[in-house]
C-alpha cells in the first residue's frame, strides 16, 4: 500500500509555471506506475500524464503536451510535474494517482491510490 501527498499549487497567471510535487510513503514506490490527473470545475477527472516504473517512458494528454513534464525520483519517493505556459483552462485540482503495473494506463479506474489534490488556478 501506499499513500500519496500532493503539494505545489497556487494561482499563478497565464503564461506562468508550477512544479507540483507528490510524495509517497509506504513500500515498493518503483513498483508504482505514477500518473497526475486534473478535475476542473463541473467537469471530469482527466489524465494529465503518466510515468514508467523507471521514469524512462512518459505519456502526456495532448492538451499539455510540449507544456508539462512529469518526472520521477524513486530514491526520494516523488514524483513531480512541471507546468510551463500555463493557460486559464489549466485551472483544476491537480492529483497524483499510483498503480501496481508497468504500463502507463490514462483511465481513472486503472490507478489503486490517490492523493488528496491540490489546487492549480491560472488567470487570465
Known amino acids: 500500500q501506499v499513500q500519496l501527498v500532493d503539494s505545489g499549487g497556487g494561482l499563478v497567471q497565464a503564461g506562468g509555471s508550477l512544479r507540483l510535487s507528490c510524495a509517497a510513503s509506504?513500500?515498493?514506490?518503483?513498483?508504482?506506475?505514477m500518473g497526475w490527473f486534473r478535475q476542473a470545475p463541473g467537469k471530469e477527472r482527466e489524465f494529465v500524464a503518466g510515468?514508467?516504473?523507471?521514469?524512462?517512458?512518459?505519456y502526456y494528454a495532448d492538451s499539455v503536451k510540449g507544456r508539462f513534464t512529469i518526472s520521477r525520483d524513486n530514491a526520494k519517493n516523488t514524483v513531480n510535474l512541471q507546468m510551463n505556459s500555463l493557460k486559464p483552462e489549466d485551472t483544476a485540482v491537480y492529483s497524483c494517482?499510483?498503480?501496481?503495473?508497468?504500463?502507463?494506463?490514462?483511465?481513472?479506474?486503472?490507478?489503486?491510490?490517490w492523493g488528496q489534490g491540490t489546487q492549480v488556478t491560472v488567470s487570465s
Open positions: 494517482a499510483a498503480r501496481r503495473g508497468m504500463l502507463i494506463m490514462n483511465m481513472i479506474s486503472s490507478y489503486e491510490y
Open positions: 510515468i514508467s516504473l523507471s521514469g524512462g517512458s512518459t
Open positions: 509506504g513500500r515498493s514506490f518503483s513498483s508504482y506506475t
